[in-house]
């Protein structure tokens, strides 16, 4: 199985301040159809987990343009340009390449100095 | 709108069985993949079962593998999950989703005696 890890896993990051997550497969996720199935999640207190970015970089609708998904291979980072309030919770990668299992990361609380 | 909304969940006592279902609407439900995923309390996500469109393939963690089964009804536009032998590290929220784009509200399993 894909071991997902990811870092750090407590954010503590101040309001407007930009934030980076980093999530490092076990093996290569670039697929024999070329595409690299890394998707990234955002779990906000209470509520289901939103999938933010799909195949390493594209966002999903209706997520703000301050988030941004890059890399490559094995090493992959979630960036908010500018933290905001809304922007408190969990945020977990998750690899779709070598399936089964779909395996994801441990998850990062990212919270408000 | 895509909406998917998960019911069944509730207590059981160990070695029992719960059948949880997932309604979907807003979309053309025989057309998509879907997955379980759970989430114990406070802790991360982790895949538990996937369904191809038409119900032909199923996929399972090996957690789960032998006392879970996962199928669909496309008619009624709805997925189950059948869970058989119920252990207390099976307690979890139970989250339907389409292809990991879409997720429900979660349903909370808890087995206890």
């Known amino acids: 199985d894909v071991v997902m890890t990811q870092s750090p896993l407590s954010l503590p990051v101040t309001l407007g301040q930009p934030a980076s997550i980093s999530c490092r497969s076990s093996?290569?996720?670039?697929?024999?159809?070329?595409?690299?199935?890394l998707n990234w999640f955002q779990q906000r207190p209470g509520q289901s987990p939103r999938r933010l970015i799909y195949r390493v970089s594209n966002r999903d609708s209706g997520v703000p343009d301050r988030f941004s998904g890059s890399g490559s291979g094995t090493d992959f980072t979630l960036k908010i340009s500018r933290v905001e309030a809304e922007d408190v919770g969990v945020y977990y990668c998750m690899q779709g390449t070598h399936w089964p299992p779909w395996t994801f990361g441990q998850g990062t609380k990212v919270e408000i100095k | 709108e895509v909406q998917l909304v998960e019911s069944g969940g509730g207590l059981v006592q160990p070695g029992g069985s719960l059948r949880l279902s997932c309604a979907a609407s807003?979309?053309?439900?025989?057309?998509?993949?879907m997955h379980w995923v759970r989430q114990t309390p406070g802790k991360g996500l982790v895949w538990v079962s996937h369904?191809?469109?038409?119900?032909?393939?199923?996929n399972y963690a090996d957690s789960v593998k032998g006392r879970f089964t996962i199928s669909r009804d496309n008619a009624k536009n709805t997925l189950y999950l059948q869970m058989n032998s119920l252990r207390a590290e099976d307690t979890a929220v139970y989250y339907c989703?389409?292809?990991?784009?879409?997720w429900g509200q979660g349903t909370l399993v808890t087995v206890s005696s």
């Open positions: 989703a389409r292809g990991f784009e879409y």
């Open positions: 093996q290569s996720l670039v697929d024999s159809d070329g595409n690299t199935y």
């Open positions: 807003g979309f053309t439900f025989s057309g998509y993949w």
């Open positions: 369904i191809n469109s038409d119900g032909s393939r199923t």
